[in-house]
């Protein structure tokens, strides 16, 4: 089985939530991002989002914009993103690893060497921002060929006919974006989370994960309250920008520090 799939049906068999982290591949630093992989697993990470830099990441606020910038300008890039897996998974074979990234480098590469490369490297899914549902099935042929899974977000604007369109081909699990908007951005609206994921629901019995917005423990308990999980990104890069300077281990212990209240805070939503 897929790990995305066993990890979050291990967790829904507990009554628990999911927690997923995102941080930017070769962001501040090349030599921070393994560290800080393993950090997020340590502080109680449930499934990774590993970020794929790109120059134009229209769905990013601000915050990760500047992660993908600083990334860029270590040279990190789709390639060497699946080499750091790699390099992950010689330590850590259990953890679900997600590339979320945009469609260029992915058609650059090639859909069937990518899904060879991802696959090989330990990679467990891909999501890719700006590729919409009607062309994805050649990449998620390729994909489920090598028994990987395709993650689409769902947007609050996103009407019925299309959440189904999109469900058919997801798989592992199903992004909601909470909010209107780019990454980072504020204003979450509960009770629109909450109705949104019931017209989902009509559609996937998959797990429906909810990100943007997301960036303490109250915000991810109000989301884990109604949602399979959470999705926590903007918080981190920014974090992580703020400490460019300084050691991995201060950087790693910054994370934790952020993450251990939030995994302390879903966990109390299963008691």
């Known amino acids: ?51 794929v830099p790109f120059s134009d990441p229209m769905a990013e606020g601000p915050v990760i914009q500047r992660g993908h910038e600083r990334a860029l300008g270590n040279g990190a ?4 993103a699946m080499a750091l897996v790699a ?3 010689k330590t ?12 260029n480098p992915v058609e650059r590469m090639g859909y069937k060497t990518l899904a060879a490369v991802a696959a090989e490297s330990g990679v467990d899914g891909l999501l890719t921002v700006d590729l919409p549902p009607e062309e994805a099935k050649d990449l998620d042929a390729e994909l489920k060929a090598h028994g990987l899974h395709s993650i689409f977000l769902i947007a609050p604007t996103t009407v019925d006919q299309r959440i189904a369109d999109v469900t058919q081909l997801a798989a592992g699990f199903v992004y909601y974006v909470s909010l209107k908007g780019v990454t980072g951005a504020g204003h979450l609206d509960i009770g629109s989370v909450e109705s949104k994921l019931a017209d989902i629901r009509k559609h996937t019995a998959l797990p429906v994960l909810v990100g943007f917005g997301i960036k303490d423990k109250a915000s991810a308990q109000a989301v884990g309250a ?34 251990e209240p939030i995994r302390a805070g879903l966990d109390e939503l299963a008691q």
Do not use: W
């Open 77 to 80: 890039s789709l390639s060497s």
């Open 92 to 103: 850590d074979s259990e953890t679900p690893v997600v590339l979320m990234g945009y469609a």
């Open 87 to 89: 390099e992950f998974r």
């Open 1 to 51: 089985m897929n790990r995305i799939s066993k990890r979050l049906a291990d967790i829904k068999a507990s009554g628990k939530k999911a927690l997923v982290t995102y941080i930017v591949h070769g962001d501040p630093r090349t030599d921070v991002t393994l560290p800080a992989l393993h950090a997020l697993v340590e502080a109680g990470t449930d499934v990774i989002e590993l970020g």
């Open 226 to 259: 109604v949602s399979d999980g959470v999705v926590v990104g903007s918080v981190l890069v920014n974090a992580m920008g703020d400490k460019a300077q300084a050691g991995i281990d201060e950087i790693c212990e910054t994370l934790k520090q952020l993450i």
